[in-house]
C-alpha cells in the first residue's frame, strides 16, 4: 500500500504538508527530504508517515531524502511544543533546529594509504614514509610525520606503494577525557555535586537551581555533574547554554582544561564551516559537549543527558525577534521531553526560579560563600546629591579617590555603566532639537570612535552634522549624558599614565576579540576597565578590587515591571567581579537614590530581603511568578488601518475567568522604521492556558496583509 509522508518546512506556515512517498523511499520520522512548493524544491522534515487511505486527493511525491543525518524524535517533539507554547508557526523553531544543516558540507579530503606493495628502492626514507602511511592521511601530512619531501610521497604513489583515497571528512569532536581530575571542592562544592549526582542518577526529568554567591565556584560543581553524566553513558551529551558570546570563550577554555578536549561551540559568531560540523557532530553523537548560546537548545542531540543554563536569571536568554521565545524556560521543557537532568545556576536567581525552588518544583541547592579565602567585596553608596561630581565630569570625589588609591596598590578598577557609545542623545542648544533615526522614535547615540550618531534599535547611523538639521545652527549640537566612551575619556584625562579599556560591543566585535580582551584583563594588562553588562558577569580577574558603578539608577527608569529586580540583578553581579582571589574588594555605587530598596539590599547585601518584598509586591499584583503575561504587538504603516484592526482585535478577544486584557494603547516605541506600533498586554491566573488563550484570539482575526501581528509569551520587553 502506497504512504503518505507529513513534511514540516521551515517557513512560516501553519502545519506540515502531505506528500506521496515514492515507490522504495522507505521513509522515517526524522527524514530531511527535498519536497516540491510551488515550482522550487524546498528542505523539510517528515514528521509523519502513514497508510494513504482511498479516496485521498492526488498529492506531489517527495522529490528525494537527502544524504543528511536523521533529526531526533526528541528534536522534533521539542521544535512543536516550542511552536504551540509561543502561539507561532512550527516552521520557525524547526528553521533553527536546521540552522546547521544549511551550512555548506565540508570539501572532500585526499588520503593516502598503502596499498600493500614494497617499495622497489627501499631507502629509508622511503620505509619511514610506508609506515607513517599505516593511518591515512593527507599526502602533505604523510610527508611531515615521515620526515622527508613532498617528492618522496608522489615517487611511492607513482610506483604503486602508495594509492589516493577520496573521503568525505567526519565531524567528529575528541572524547572528553574522564579520567581527569577535577577542582578540589570545598564541603558546600561537594555536597552540592553530590545532590547533582543524585539526580543524574535517577536518569529522569529533574531540575536543580544552582544558587551560589558570586565566585563561589558554581562552574566547578556543574562541571562536575557533567563528567557523571558523561561516564555514567558512553553515548550521554552534555549541553551548557551561556546568555552572552563573550562568556563562551572563557568557559570553553575551563571545559577543554577539566576534559581536555575542545567542545563543540555553537553562536552566531561560529563561521558556518565549523557550525556544520557542531550540528552533524552533535547528530551523530560524535560531539558529547556543546558551549553555545540560546539557539544551542534547538541542536538535535542524539543522547542528551544534561542541560546547564549559566546565569539563568540573564535577560539575554530571551529571544525578541523571529521565532520570540526564553531559552531558560525551553530548557527545562527540552529536558522534560529528552528526560534529561536540568540545572539552571546564578548569583541571582529570577524570581521565577527562585519560586519554583521555594514551591519544591526544583530543587534549592546553596552555595553561601566564595571559594577558597575570597570573601564578597563591601558595598558603599554615593549619594550623589550629597558629592556631586564636577561639572562636565562624571565620576564622583570619593569614586575618583578610590581609583587613585587602587591603582597605586598596582590594583585593576571596573568602571560600569550599561550604556554603549560616548552619549545617549545628542541636542540642539539652539532649537531643543533631539536627534532620532528616521523613521523611528529612538534617539541616536553618539559614537565618538566612528564620529558617527547611530540607533542601537534599528542600526541606522549617519556622521554627527556640523548644523542642526531642525534649525540649521552651526556647531549647536551637544552631547548629553554618559555612555563608555565619555567615562573612558574621563579616565584616560584623571589618569593619564594608568592603561584604559573599553569593553562593549562597539570594541569587542566577535567571541576572538572577547576572549584577548578578558585575558589581557586577567593578565594585569590593563588598570581601568570601562565596561557594559559584558564585563559584568562571569569573569574571574585576580587583581580587580575595585568595581564603581557610574549610574546605578539606570535600570531602575521606565515602566518595566522586573526593572528593581533588573537592576538587582546586574550590579550584584557587576559588584561581584570585585575581590575574588586574596586580596580584598570593594564597590561604590553613584546613585541618587540611595534610599530606593534595591540600593539599600545592594548596600547590606541582603538578597533574601530584597527578594521577600519583590515577591510580595507581584504576589498582590498577580503578576509572575503569581501569574503569567503575554503581550501582542501589533504593526503598520497605516495609522488609520493599523487602528481599525487593533479595535477589531479587541472586540475579539475571547472571554475568560482569570484573564484580563489591556489595550490597544501606543507602543513606549510606537514607531519603528516607519511603522506604527500598538500593544495589548494580557494577564492571567496560573491555572489558566495561556498559550491556548492566545492561539483562540489570534485564530479569531486576520490582520491585513501590512499589518504584522507578533506574540510574546512572558514578555521581557515592553516597549
Known amino acids: 500500500m502506497s504512504r503518505i509522508a507529513s513534511v514540516l518546512l521551515p517557513m512560516p506556515l501553519p502545519e506540515a504538508f502531505d506528500y506521496a512517498e515514492p515507490e522504495g523511499l522507505d521513509l522515517a520520522v526524522g527524514d530531511q527530504v527535498a519536497a516540491p512548493l510551488g515550482p522550487r524544491l ?32 526528541g528534536t522534533i517533539a521539542f521544535v512543536e511544543w516550542a511552536a504551540r507554547y509561543a502561539v507561532d508557526f512550527p516552521g520557525g523553531p524547526l528553521a533553527i533546529a536546521l540552522r546547521g544543516a544549511r551550512c555548506p558540507k565540508p570539501k572532500p579530503v585526499r588520503l593516502v594509504e598503502r596499498t600493500g606493495a614494497q617499495p622497489a628502492n627501499p631507502t629509508p626514507a622511503r620505509l619511514r614514509v610506508v609506515e607513517a602511511a599505516a593511518t591515512p592521511m593527507s599526502p602533505a601530512d604523510l610527508a611531515r610525520a615521515a620526515g622527508v619531501s613532498s617528492g618522496v610521497v608522489k615517487a611511492l604513489l607513482e610506483e604503486g606503494v602508495l594509492a589516493l583515497r577520496t573521503v568525505a571528512p567526519v565531524a567528529r569532536f575528541d572524547e572528553p577525557d574522564l579520567a581527569r581530575p577535577g577542582s578540589e571542592l570545598n564541603a558546600s562544592q561537594r555536597a552540592a555535586a553530590d545532590a547533582l549526582n543524585g539526580l543524574l542518577d535517577e536518569q529522569g526529568f529533574g531540575v536543580a537551581l544552582l544558587d551560589g554567591v558570586t565566585g563561589s565556584g558554581k562552574t566547578e560543581v556543574y562541571l562536575e555533574a557533567a563528567a557523571h553524566a558523561l561516564a555514567a553513558d558512553p553515548t550521554a551529551q552534555v549541553l551548557v547554554l551561556l546568555p552572552e558570546i563573550a562568556l563562551t570563550q572563557a568557559v570553553i577554555g575551563r571545559v577543554a582544561a577539566r576534559f581536555g578536549a575542545q567542545p563543540g561551540e555553537w553562536h552566531s559568531d561560529v563561521a558556518p564551516p565549523a557550525r556544520r560540523r557542531v550540528w552533524e557532530a552533535v547528530a551523530n553523537g560524535r560531539c558529547r559537549i556543546v558551549v553555545g548560546a540560546r539557539s544551542a537548545l534547538f541542536l538535535p542531540f542524539a543522547n542528551l543527558r544534561l542541560i546547564v543554563v549559566d546565569e539563568e536569571h540573564d535577560s539575554s536568554f530571551k529571544q525578541e525577534e523571529g521565532f520570540i521565545y526564553h531559552a531558560r524556560d525551553l530548557a527545562v521543557v527540552r529536558g522534560r521531553i529528552e528526560k534529561a537532568a536540568v540545572v ?61 588609591e587602587t591603582w597605586k596598590r598596582g590594583e585593576q578598577t571596573l568602571l560600569f555603566l550599561n550604556r554603549r557609545g560616548y552619549a545617549p542623545l545628542v541636542l540642539c542648544r539652539a532649537c531643543g532639537e533631539r536627534m532620532t533615526a528616521p523613521d523611528t522614535d529612538s534617539w541616536l547615540v553618539e559614537h565618538r570612535y566612528s564620529g558617527r550618531l547611530v540607533c542601537h534599535l534599528t542600526g541606522f547611523s549617519m556622521p554627527k552634522p556640523e548644523r542642526c538639521p531642525h534649525c540649521g545652527a552651526q556647531d549647536s549640537l551637544v552631547s548629553i549624558g554618559p555612555g563608555v566612551e565619555r567615562v573612558e575619556e574621563e579616565a584616560r584625562a584623571l589618569f593619564p599614565e594608568a592603561r584604559v579599556a573599553v569593553f562593549s560591543s562597539d570594541t569587542v566585535y566577535d567571541a576572538r576579540e572577547a576572549k584577548r580582551l578578558v585575558e589581557s584583563m586577567a593578565a594585569g594588562e590593563i588598570d581601568i576597565l570601562v565596561a557594559t553588562q559584558a564585563a559584568a558577569k562571569g569573569h574571574n580577574f585576580p587583581k580587580l578590587t575595585l568595581v564603581g558603578v557610574v549610574d546605578a539608577d539606570l535600570g531602575l527608569r521606565g515602566g518595566d515591571l522586573r526593572a528593581a529586580e533588573r537592576t538587582y540583578q546586574l550590579l550584584a553581579q557587576a559588584t561581584g567581579r570585585a575581590g575574588r582571589r586574596d586580596r580584598p574588594g570593594k564597590a561604590l555605587l553613584q546613585t541618587y537614590a540611595p534610599d530606593h530598596a534595591v540600593m539599600q539590599a545592594l548596600a547590606a547585601q541582603d538578597r533574601d530581603a530584597f527578594v521577600a518584598a519583590e515577591m510580595e509586591e507581584r504576589a498582590f499584583a498577580k503578576l509572575p511568578p503569581f501569574g503569567r503575561l503575554a503581550a501582542v504587538i501589533a504593526s503598520g504603516a497605516d495609522p488609520a ?18 484573564v484580563e486584557v489591556y489595550g490597544p494603547a501606543d507602543a513606549p516605541l510606537s514607531l519603528v522604521r516607519g511603522r506604527r506600533r500598538k500593544r495589548f498586554l494580557v494577564r492571567a491566573d496560573r491555572t489558566v492556558d495561556l498559550s491556548a488563550y492566545m492561539a483562540t484570539w489570534r485564530a479569531r482575526v486576520k490582520p491585513p496583509a501590512s499589518v504584522r501581528l507578533a506574540i510574546d509569551i512572558d514578555p521581557y520587553s515592553f516597549l
Do not use: C
Open 42 to 73: 524546498v528542505r523539510g522534515v517528515v514528521t509523519a508517515v502513514r497508510d494513504a487511505a482511498g479516496g485521498n486527493r492526488p498529492l506531489k511525491p517527495v522529490a528525494e531524502r537527502l544524504d543528511e543525518p536523521r533529526l531526533p524524535p
Open 344 to 404: 539552571l545556576a546564578s548569583a541571582t536567581p529570577s524570581l521565577e526560579s527562585l519560586r519554583n525552588a521555594e514551591t519544591g518544583r526544583y530543587r534549592w541547592l546553596r552555595l553561601g560563600a566564595r571559594h577558597g579565602t575570597a570573601r564578597l567585596p563591601d558595598i558603599e553608596l554615593i549619594d550623589l546629591r550629597t558629592t556631586p561630581p564636577e561639572s562636565g565630569r562624571w565620576l564622583s570625589p570619593p569614586l575618583v579617590t578610590a581609583m587613585e
Open 641 to 658: 488601518q493599523l487602528d481599525a484592526f487593533v479595535r477589531a482585535m479587541a472586540e475579539a478577544a475571547p472571554n475568560a475567568e482569570g
